[in-house]
């Protein structure tokens, strides 16, 4: 920067750059090709597209319930803008789920006219917080797995696929650091914070051992480079997991192990099928109350806009 | 606000300071409350910079800060008032001299 441009810029010339509003938004997908690439199934693309988009959808929906709850006021925004970063990834998402599977359904149409039967989210996103510190260790989780899972989406065969994981990345980084401080924060803290951030932390654990376990689409998109498959995250989502925990003087999450004996939806002779119980549609009751509130305007004033 | 356990029940006030893109200098943009200086600075990320202000913040305890009182207005500034030769524009600059 030359002396002369150096105070050029100390003058607000240029009405479009005022630096209260910020200058210099771009669209993070701009120049993507949509075409999905050759030799990979639709169906699977769509379906995988829905799983990440409804986990982003649901977690947003819980964390706008913060709203006007939170301990802080700055917290209450720190939460609100998490939520809107996640409410962002399920747009694109949903969108892309929606073009590739062709069927002329878009964004509005997925997350407001869907039953809960073909929600795909897992249970970890749909949770209920019982207090903050289930927040911060659910969010936690939720933050350190997904963004393993979308540092490596980003290598995606699929372009448009990439491009979202890519742009989550820097979001994601950024949720996970709020919780993990937080968690630190409170295990660290008081006896009675502690306490009550172990119960968080305890709480959490049986809930991971989904997330981890893949379903049928996402192992075989995993085989075609479209995918991530979540049991290969398992050891960074463990290792972050154990780091926050030792700063934060508890003891990490126990995580279920994985299920043996491989692919098992299938199999009915018994056992729980391994994996995709969530990402099947299978939820529980909160999700009820969940859609209640999400899809209650534009399903009883349809296509109503403001 | 009232102690409990020895517990302040309120955080103390942070001034936010936040430098633009095109700017070189970092603006005062308002202020928050935080445990400490590193909440604090979370906190400014989360309330002034959601709309792609900033690319660096600074965040300074309020209780840090020394200002100069209403009472010291007329002995603090007054003088300077009558003051017009201590503005550049008040000299004819030579040709010779380009960047003032």
Same mark, same amino acid.
């Given at each position: 920067?030359?002396?002369?441009?150096?105070?050029?810029?100390?003058?607000?010339?240029?009405?479009?750059?005022?630096?209260?509003?910020?200058?210099?938004?771009?669209?993070?997908?701009?120049?993507?090709?949509?075409?999905?690439?050759?030799?990979?199934?639709?169906?699977?693309?769509?379906?995988?597209?829905?799983?990440?988009?409804?986990?982003?959808?649901?977690?947003?929906?819980?964390?706008?319930?913060?709203?006007?709850?939170?301990?802080?006021?700055?917290?209450?925004?720190?939460?609100?803008?998490?939520?809107?970063?996640?409410?962002?990834?399920?747009?694109?998402?949903?969108?892309?789920?929606?073009?590739?599977?062709?069927?002329?359904?878009?964004?509005?149409?997925?997350?407001?006219?869907?039953?809960?039967?073909?929600?795909?989210?897992?249970?970890?996103?749909?949770?209920?917080?019982?207090?903050?510190?289930?927040?911060?260790?659910?969010?936690?989780?939720?933050?350190?797995?997904?963004?393993?899972?979308?540092?490596?989406?980003?290598?995606?065969?699929?372009?448009?696929?990439?491009?979202?994981?890519?742009?989550?990345?820097?979001?994601?980084?950024?949720?996970?650091?709020?919780?993990?401080?937080?968690?630190?924060?409170?295990?660290?803290?008081?006896?009675?914070?502690?306490?009550?951030?172990?119960?968080?932390?305890?709480?959490?654990?049986?809930?991971?051992?989904?997330?981890?376990?893949?379903?049928?689409?996402?192992?075989?998109?995993?085989?075609?480079?479209?995918?991530?498959?979540?049991?290969?995250?398992?050891?960074?989502?463990?290792?972050?997991?154990?780091?926050?925990?030792?700063?934060?003087?508890?003891?990490?999450?126990?995580?279920?192990?994985?299920?043996?004996?491989?692919?098992?939806?299938?199999?009915?002779?018994?056992?729980?099928?391994?994996?995709?119980?969530?990402?099947?549609?299978?939820?529980?009751?909160?999700?009820?109350?969940?859609?209640?509130?999400?899809?209650?305007?534009?399903?009883?004033?349809?296509?109503?806009?403001? | 606000?009232?102690?409990?356990?020895?517990?302040?029940?309120?955080?103390?006030?942070?001034?936010?300071?936040?430098?633009?893109?095109?700017?070189?200098?970092?603006?005062? =943009?308002? %202020?928050?409350?935080?445990? +400490?200086?590193?909440?604090?600075?979370?906190?400014?990320? #989360?309330?002034?910079? $959601?709309?792609?202000?900033?690319?660096?913040?600074?965040?300074?305890?309020?209780?840090? =800060?020394? %200002?100069?009182?209403?009472? +010291?207005?007329?002995?603090?500034?007054?003088?300077?008032? #009558?003051?017009?030769? $201590?503005?550049?524009?008040?000299?004819?600059?030579?040709?010779?001299?380009?960047?003032?």
């Amino acid at each position: 920067m030359s002396f002369d441009a150096a105070y050029e810029a100390l003058t607000d010339h240029d009405d479009d750059a005022r630096w209260a509003y910020g200058t210099g938004f771009a669209d993070p997908l701009a120049g993507v090709p949509t075409t999905v690439p050759a030799n990979i199934d639709r169906g699977d693309l769509a379906a995988y597209c829905m799983m990440l988009g409804d986990d982003a959808l649901i977690m947003s929906h819980r964390l706008q319930q913060w709203v006007t709850r939170a301990p802080e006021l700055e917290d209450e925004l720190a939460i609100a803008n998490i939520g809107l970063d996640l409410l962002g990834q399920a747009r694109l998402l949903l969108t892309r789920a929606g073009e590739v599977e062709g069927a002329g359904r878009d964004e509005d149409a997925l997350a407001y006219l869907r039953e809960p039967r073909e929600f795909r989210h897992v249970p970890l996103a749909e949770r209920a917080d019982a207090d903050f510190a289930h927040l911060t260790a659910r969010l936690l989780v939720f933050a350190t797995w997904r963004l393993a899972l979308f540092d490596r989406l980003a290598a995606s065969r699929d372009p448009m696929l990439a491009a979202i994981a890519a742009k989550g990345v820097k979001e994601l980084t950024y949720h996970r650091e709020y919780a993990a401080q937080w968690v630190v924060r409170l295990g660290d803290g008081t006896d009675l914070s502690h306490e009550r951030m172990r119960a968080a932390m305890a709480a959490v654990g049986p809930l991971i051992g989904e997330l981890l376990d893949p379903h049928e689409i996402e192992r075989r998109l995993a085989v075609a480079g479209v995918a991530v498959d979540p049991a290969t995250v398992r050891g960074e989502v463990e290792e972050v997991l154990a780091e926050v925990a030792r700063a934060a003087t508890l003891r990490p999450p126990v995580i279920p192990p994985p299920p043996t004996g491989g692919p098992a939806a299938d199999d009915v002779s018994g056992a729980e099928p391994a994996g995709g119980r969530g990402r099947d549609g299978v939820h529980g009751e909160a999700l009820t109350e969940i859609l209640g509130e999400l899809q209650g305007l534009a399903r009883s004033l349809p296509g109503s806009v403001w | 606000m009232s102690d409990h356990d020895g517990i302040k029940h309120e955080w103390p006030l942070f001034e936010v300071f936040v430098r633009a893109k095109r700017g070189l200098n970092h603006v005062h =943009v308002g %202020s928050l409350r935080a445990a +400490d200086h590193e909440m604090a600075l979370h906190h400014a990320r #989360d309330l002034y910079t $959601r709309r792609n202000e900033g690319v660096s913040i600074w965040v300074v305890r309020s209780d840090d =800060v020394v %200002s100069s009182g209403p009472g +010291d207005k007329d002995a603090f500034f007054a003088p300077s008032g #009558d003051k017009a030769y $201590r503005h550049p524009t008040y000299y004819a600059i030579p040709d010779s001299v380009p960047h003032i």
